[in-house]
């Protein structure tokens, strides 16, 4: 009986380990999936982790005077991959923006 009790109690002890833990897993798992996805837009933007808000505004700046379709009028599918290569640094400099709160 008493071996019987033992073993309740150790199981009932790894059982509140066990669900404490899966809740902090998830969430480093989700801290890391987000710090990934701002690497991926500060390189986007051509920038090394770590950038300053000064570089990743001037970096945009750059690259948006660069890409800009009405620099292309002339030739359509230039245009288009212009349009395509802005859609994807706005949205990059837009979700860096909101993950750092900035305006």
Not at 89 to 99: C, G, K, M, P
Request: with cysteine; glycine share 4%.
């Amino acid at each position: 009986m008493r071996m019987i009790l033992i073993g309740i109690v150790i199981f009932s002890i790894l059982f509140i380990f066990w669900s404490l833990r899966a809740p902090m897993a998830k969430e480093k798992r989700r801290r890391r999936v987000k710090r990934e996805r701002i690497d991926r837009c500060i390189e986007t933007l051509g920038l090394q982790s770590g950038a300053s808000q000064e570089d990743i505004n001037q970096a945009y700046r750059d690259l948006v005077t660069v890409w800009h379709p009405d620099r292309f009028a002339n030739n359509l599918r230039l245009q288009k991959k212009a349009e395509e290569n802005l859609k994807e640094i706005n949205a990059a400099y837009e979700y860096i923006r909101s993950f750092y709160g900035w305006k």
